[in-house]
């Protein structure tokens, strides 16, 4: 059985930041690429950071330069640091992983989703 769990989530002003963690659990062997996405009210599910096993780092031109996503293998943990909020960021943020778990193989996995609500 493999869990992520997100926290960090909430309420803040535009132009203020917050930081959202994942963390995995469970009969982990291996985690390789680890993403956040976010689903905005109204709209799809989109990709807004993923970073693999030895750090290369994607973003979505929306956050970019505003946004950082990094982790910390040893805690098998993600994060993504979110700088100059704006109200159209508000959205459910949902982290993903790739894991190799026992006897389960190689699968993906979702958080349940934190509420980040930035305020004008």
């Known amino acids: 059985q493999v869990q992520l769990v997100e926290s960090g989530g909430g309420l803040v002003q535009a132009g203020g930041s917050l930081r959202l963690s994942c963390a995995a659990s469970?009969?982990?062997?291996?985690?390789?690429?680890m993403a956040w996405y976010r689903q905005c009210p109204g709209k799809q599910r989109e990709l807004v950071a993923r970073i693999t096993s030895i750090g290369t780092t994607n973003y979505a031109d929306f956050v970019k330069g505003r946004f950082t996503i990094s982790r910390d293998n040893a805690k098998n943990t993600v994060f993504l640091q979110m700088n100059s909020l704006k109200p159209e960021d508000t959205a459910v943020y949902y982290c993903?992983?790739?894991?190799?778990?026992?006897?389960?193989?190689?699968?993906?996995?979702w958080g349940q989703g934190t509420q980040v609500t930035v305020s004008s």
């Open positions: 993903n992983a790739e894991i190799r778990a026992l006897s389960i193989g190689r699968s993906d996995y």
């Open positions: 469970g009969s982990i062997l291996s985690v390789y690429t």
